[in-house]
């Protein structure tokens, strides 16, 4: 099966730059999604496509995908970005999650 | 805008079948793809399979022998029925939207709100 590898937390202070990865087998030849979740609520799209933010995101979130990394970029962190991150691809037909990353702004 | 609700029994007894349903508004479900995610308790997301407006299925091998999703289009809905639960299998159940355009690139667009689901005698 395929596995994605996600760092359990990162911590960062406001208005600085919050980098998450997402570790996977050739993951660069795949695209990579994130969804954010806020605590006790539904995840939230945040990154579709490697790069692509849906309607709503804040220009302050980013992605890249290369190699065996996908990496998700928070710009000038607000506290609000507080909430736990999960990235995700396909493999084959399936869909698999990583993890997940605790973002602790502080 | 679209929006997904979940509804369906808070408790299931072990050995039991878990049955939800995911009712769509705001547009049809005969234009897009549907998928069950699941979270447990703590936990991080686990997906469990989707359907295509075609009625076609995937699952998760992992949970293939015992899940079974379908559609309803007549309802704008869509269900989950998970058979043979054990404690393991207790978790918030949330309904998904599946948009793009083809395998590798589709993704979860709206989500419902979750349904809990607690496996217990």
């Known amino acids: 099966s395929y596995d994605l590898t996600q760092p359990p937390s990162v911590s960062v202070s406001p208005g600085q730059t919050a980098s998450i990865t997402c570790s996977g087998d050739n993951l660069g030849d795949k695209y990579a999604f994130w969804y954010q979740q806020r605590p006790g609520q539904s995840p939230v799209l945040v990154m579709y496509?490697?790069?692509k933010r849906p309607s709503g995101i804040p220009e302050r979130f980013s992605g890249s995908n290369s190699g065996s990394t996908a990496t998700l970029t928070i710009s000038g962190t607000q506290a609000m970005d507080e909430a736990d991150y999960y990235c995700?691809?396909?493999?084959?037909?399936?869909?698999?999650f990583g993890g997940g990353t605790k973002l602790t702004v502080l | 805008q679209v929006q997904l609700q979940e509804s369906g029994p808070g408790l299931v007894k072990p050995s039991e079948t878990l049955s939800l349903t995911c009712s769509v508004s705001g547009g049809s479900i005969s234009e897009y793809y549907w998928s069950w995610i699941r979270q447990p308790p703590g936990k991080g997301l686990e997906w469990i399979g989707y359907?295509?407006?075609?009625?076609?299925?995937d699952y998760n091998p992992s949970l293939n022998s015992r899940v079974t999703i379908s559609l309803d289009s007549s309802k704008n809905q869509f269900s989950l029925k998970l058979s043979s639960v054990t404690a393991a299998d207790t978790a918030v159940y949330y309904c998904a939207r599946v948009s793009g355009t083809s395998f590798g690139s589709l993704y979860f667009d709206f989500w419902g709100q979750g349904s809990l689901v607690t496996v217990s005698s």
């Open positions: 995700q691809a396909w493999d084959s037909s399936t869909v698999v």
């Open positions: 496509q490697d790069s």
């Open positions: 359907i295509f407006n075609s009625g076609s299925t």
